[in-house]
């Protein structure tokens, strides 16, 4: 299994450029989630799906958007991307029996 | 809402020395808790977890026990080895909202000198 994974790994956008990072994971969990992480903050929850066509927002979903048409995949869309989104994004995905979440290797988005 | 508090870092340690890193948290549920690792330049990893009180969570030597009775899941490990140095995360999860989301403590980094 490769578990979760995220692409690009790094990414350069300049103010109001679109774009869409890729998240896959082949366990068939049923639950994705878009984490960002910011310095001294910890990781915050941008938007989950608990299956596919079901999505919703977390804490901070403005200016990103999310679909599920596949229990495998969960893109995340940066509409017209902001300074204020540069950080490091990661997906999560868990089985709907389970606690944990398994999490993938991140995408590094700098906005200039 | 739910949150979890974490000792503030940078923790520079030597080698074999003990280490414990302090996590509180509130929760109007009952909570699964969770430590996350980080290491340079990689995601998150799952370390241990509980998720009922007196639970005790191990894994490579790191423990931490989950007290309700203290709001507490404190990292523990006994020997600290250069292999260590990351960035340690705690976390809660209500499996019954929004998807079993988790809330992060801010992290602590730990350095670990020969």
């Known amino acids: 299994n490769a578990g979760v994974t995220q692409t690009p790994k790094f990414q350069v956008l300049k103010t109001g450029q679109s774009m869409t990072l890729q998240c896959a994971q082949d366990m068939n969990h049923e639950y994705m989630s878009w984490y960002r992480q910011d310095p001294g903050m910890g990781l915050r929850l941008i938007h989950y799906s608990v299956g596919a066509g079901i999505t919703d927002q977390g804490e901070v979903p403005n200016g990103y958007n999310v679909s599920r048409s596949t229990t495998e995949d969960f893109p995340l869309r940066l509409l017209s991307a902001a300074p204020s989104q540069t950080s490091v994004y990661f997906c999560a995905s868990r089985g709907a029996l389970q606690n944990e979440q398994y999490f993938g290797p991140g995408t590094r988005l700098t906005v200039t | 809402g739910d949150s979890v508090t974490q000792m503030e870092g940078p923790v520079t340690l030597s080698e074999e020395a003990c280490l414990t890193i302090?996590?509180?948290?509130?929760?109007?549920?009952?909570?699964?808790l969770f430590w996350y690792v980080q290491y340079p330049g990689e995601g998150l990893q799952l370390l241990l977890k509980a998720t009922k009180a007196d639970d005790k969570g191990s894994n490579k030597g790191f423990e931490a026990t989950y007290r309700k009775e203290t709001t507490s899941f404190h990292l523990e490990k006994g020997s600290v080895q250069v292999s260590d140095s990351a960035v340690y995360f705690c976390?809660?999860?209500?499996?019954?909202?929004?998807?079993?989301?988790?809330?992060f403590g801010q992290g602590t980094e730990l350095s670990v000198k020969p």
């Open positions: 976390a809660l999860s209500d499996p019954y909202n929004q998807g079993g989301k988790l809330i």
């Open positions: 302090n996590c509180t948290y509130t929760a109007t549920g009952y909570p699964s």
